[in-house]
């Protein structure tokens, strides 16, 4: 096993509050019979990120049985107060779908699912000094019955908890997501620890004692994270200084 750090960045989309303009625009054919079965957004045939995550919400949901979203904008949700239930993932529409099922069939409109940062406001919290709370003007909601509705939320909605696809620093979820006075499931820099075999194995043995499969890794590059003599069963690290013209070492190990 070789691990390498991940240091690629990815861009940061644009936080820009774009008009709405309805799921019509956003997904033209989207109240349609057929559906695409493509494999996943890379198949879309829409340029821009939100219709993109919609066009595969929709798609999904029909492979899996489900109606398709309902689009109640015109009626705008309001009512909500700083007591009432609202669990909101961020991000990729297919990651977190049987959580999304299921929330919505025991707490029927609690889970809101957000596919784009212009739906989502940070406010100083009024609770909690140094933090921000999330509003919510727009969102898919998930009810009984695997159905859906895409609504918008006046005055914004507050989320009491946020979990979402946080998968590098300086995304759009992970920016939402960052000091929140609510609970969160997670975190871009845990997203990265966990996301790396290497280093999940090394603290899952090393720190919390648990079994992991024989390991044997080569390690390229600067590597900080990991002590230099990990007290870890069943792992063994090896620090390269220069991959190439290391065939006998490798060979060796």
Known sequence: QLSVDQLSAEQTPSMEEKEWV??????????????????????????DPTARAYEVLQRTLRLEGMPLTVDRTSQPRSGFGPLDMTVCVLGSPTAFLPILLEGGTCRPGTMVLCLAPAWATRVPSETSPGAWSLLLSRGVSFEAGGCTALEEFVPPRRATYVTGTFGSEGSWEAELARDLDCPTGGSAPLAHWLEDPLLSRWLLSARAGLPVPPTLAFITGPWEALPEEPTSPGMRLVRMQDPQGQESLVRDE
Do not use: I, N, T
């Not at 309805?22 to 340029?47: K, T």
């Open 22 to 47: 309805g799921p019509e625009a956003l997904c033209p054919g989207w109240q349609e019979e057929e559906v695409s079965d493509g494999e996943g957004p890379e198949d879309s045939r829409h340029p």
